[in-house]
């Protein structure tokens, strides 16, 4: 490798840096809890980008016991010497002024995700406290700042071999909603960059509770694959591999079937998870539709059938990951989750088109395989088809009918009203005489639930238990969900806290997410948490969740005369009771189901729900002791 020279002539300035913490939502995206961990994105996206031109290897993030972050690398180190222009180290140059990095010169980094140069200044902008530390020309320099504000001037603190950058910052929390960062949520952005980045070795620790991940894939996106594919059935052991380059883009996917019937495609462009999709994803649709099509229609494989399957067809049970690298990628906005460059999809499809048409020809077995699974795709969804005219016939899909259990709220406003999902028609009887009839609707759910994971759509659609939930929501379900026609904004599952009701909010929360995942991504499903037991003496009521509670509200108000009644189920509650514990908005304690990490969340729900034992086995044996309050 030829090294060039990465010195402060590298650093190009477009200045302003005021409007950061006035409006940090335009920059990072929003000051929740997402917000929060950007900014540790932005500066781990930084040493990526030096592990891209070819100059790190190592990056170790760590949350320490005060709740700052710490990302060390072993790249080159921000460059230290003077700035020309601005008269400063070039390192304070990047800290203080947005829009001044490497990635505005050709030179300096040759592809980069943190392309509008703004990230490692604004995590300084909205960091309380922030210290920056380079190993360079063999010494270590050190400068602090304060609010994105020079508090120390850039000094030399020892000396040392190594080269790289060590940053550690405190959030500002007067600026976020929280200051509290997730072991977990960081996880499933350094695993994919362990993943999209073939050999870089990426740790994680969390120095408040001892957890520590250590992420190095020398697979690469093969081994991205196998890994969502742990808890499936594949129809080929090895995934296929496809990678290319034309104009300037660099493109690589890796494709491996399963016998199941959810569709699994991950999309980044320069390691950013495009979540949105864009070019790169579309470019990938079209080629494999087209070389699927072409096959089927070559090897005599469609002789018998009346349709041609569709890409929704082709795409059944597909696990892939797609990683586009482009010199100038445009991006919708600062956080960057949909590819916008238009000569990107034609790169994309024609190396899917002409690579995959290859493979199929060298591998005819694995290609019949795929085909005759989409062909059998393209039958289920004209079953889906008419099941979905069946069951409109029927007036069960049509928003102008309601399911006959459902007990309706009268208010029509959207933003305010609530659907209990409750276990049995014991609870749910109670539940409709406690409720506030304005804003709060009941469906009483009964029998065994339908295990969606195992489920072709068809299926799900002729399910007389899932049907009345499809019709209460009247959004629709699968492609043609909606979620504008909404009818509740809180859905909330309120089930028994055994064995049986644990499994059925498993049974709904898979349902939801493989079928209407946006109810999730938008927050609109809740679980509620019903207490355990009531701990009472004369007039004195005291309903707790756990044991623990309990043998704390005992010694509150004294064991003797005191009567402890322990519910083994909602249906054990009058009405009076499940409204005062578990309906009332006031007093009520509720989960709210969201998605940290999509890429685990679909593995978990396979892990749980498929069809192969050992993966579920050693999941239970690796978290058994982490069950708390657990009713049999």
């Known amino acids: 490798m030829i090294e060039e020279r990465y010195d402060s002539d590298n650093i190009k300035v477009l200045k302003g840096l005021e409007a950061v913490r006035k409006r940090p939502a335009m920059y990072i995206g929003g000051t929740g809890e997402r917000g929060l961990h950007h900014l540790v994105y932005e500066v781990v996206d930084n040493s990526i980008d030096e592990a891209l031109a070819g100059y790190c290897d190592t990056v170790d993030v760590r949350i320490t016991e005060d709740g700052c972050v710490i990302v060390e690398d072993n790249g080159r180190g921000i460059p230290t010497d003077m700035h020309k222009e601005e008269n400063m180290p070039a390192v304070t140059v990047v800290l203080t002024i947005l829009h001044a990095g490497g990635k505005f010169d050709d030179k300096t980094y040759k592809i980069a995700g943190g392309l509008h140069g703004v990230g490692v200044s604004v995590v300084n902008a909205l960091s309380e406290d922030f210290e920056v530390r380079v190993s360079q020309k063999g010494k270590i320099f050190r400068q602090f700042f304060k609010q994105g504000i020079i508090a120390s001037e850039l000094e030399v603190i020892g000396e040392t071999k190594k080269t790289g950058t060590w940053i550690k910052f405190k959030p500002d929390e007067t600026i976020f909603e929280t200051v509290t960062f997730s072991f977990e949520y960081l996880t499933g952005r350094l695993r994919e960059l362990a993943f999209l980045n073939r050999g870089v070795s990426i ?58 019937y959810s569709e699994n495609l991950y999309s980044f462009a320069n390691n950013i998870n495009t979540i949105e999709g864009g070019t790169h994803l579309s470019g ?97 969804r004209e079953a889906a088809r008419k099941a979905r005219d069946l069951t409109r016939r029927k007036g069960l899909l049509e928003s102008g009918s309601l399911p006959g259990k459902l007990a309706d709220c009268s208010s029509n406003d959207k933003e305010t009203t609530e659907l209990f999902l409750v276990e049995g028609d014991s609870a749910g009887g109670s539940a409709k005489q ?98 355990l037991f009531l701990v009472k003496r004369g007039k004195k009521e005291i ?32 009405a009076e009771q499940l409204w005062e514990t578990t309906l009332d908005p006031e007093k009520r304690t509720m989960m709210r189901i969201k998605i940290d990490d999509a890429v685990e969340a679909d593995r978990m729900f396979t892990i749980l729900m498929g069809d192969e034992v050992e993966p579920r086995r050693r999941f239970i044996e690796e978290n058994a002791q982490y069950v708390k309050n657990l009713d049999v």
């Open 203 to 260: 740790m994680l620790t969390d120095e408040r509770t001892a957890k520590h991940h250590h992420f190095k894939y020398d697979g690469g996106i093969n081994s991205f694959v196998e890994y969502l594919n742990e808890a499936k059935k594949p129809l080929y052991k090895e995934p296929v591999y496809i990678q290319g380059e034309k104009e300037k883009a660099t493109f690589e996917v890796s494709i491996q079937y399963t016998d199941g």
């Open 434 to 531: 406690g409720r506030d009839r304005n804003f709060q609707a009941v469906l009483p759910l009964w029998g065994k639930m339908l295990n969606t994971e195992k489920a072709r759509i068809d299926r799900v659609l002729g399910n007389d238990k899932i049907q009345p939930i499809i019709l209460a929501l009247g959004a629709g379900i699968g492609d043609e969900f909606d979620i504008n026609k909404l009818r509740y904004n809180k859905i909330i599952i309120m089930a028994d806290a055994d064995v049986d009701g644990q499994h059925i909010c498993t049974l709904l929360l898979t349902f939801f997410f493989r079928y209407m995942r946006p109810l999730i991504e938008n927050g609109h499903i809740y679980i509620a948490k019903p207490p």
């Open 543 to 574: 309903y707790v969740f756990t044991e623990a509670d309990r043998d704390k509200a005992l010694a509150e108000i004294g064991e003797k005369g005191t009567m402890v009644q322990r519910y083994k189920g909602l249906g054990e509650m009058n």
């Open 284 to 380: 990938f649709k079209k080629a494999l539709t087209l070389t699927v099509n072409n096959y089927i229609k070559s090897t005599g494989l469609d002789k018998s059938e009346k349709t041609v399957p569709s890409g929704d067809d082709i795409r059944e049970g597909i696990t892939a990951v797609l990683s586009v690298k482009v010199k100038d990628p445009q991006f919708e906005g600062q956080t960057k989750t949909k590819l916008q460059n238009t000569d990107v999809e034609g790169i994309v499809s024609s190396i899917v088109y002409e690579k995959l048409t290859v493979y199929f020809e060298e591998n005819p077995k694995i290609a019949k395989d795929i085909c005759l699974k989409a062909i059998s795709a393209s039958r289920a």
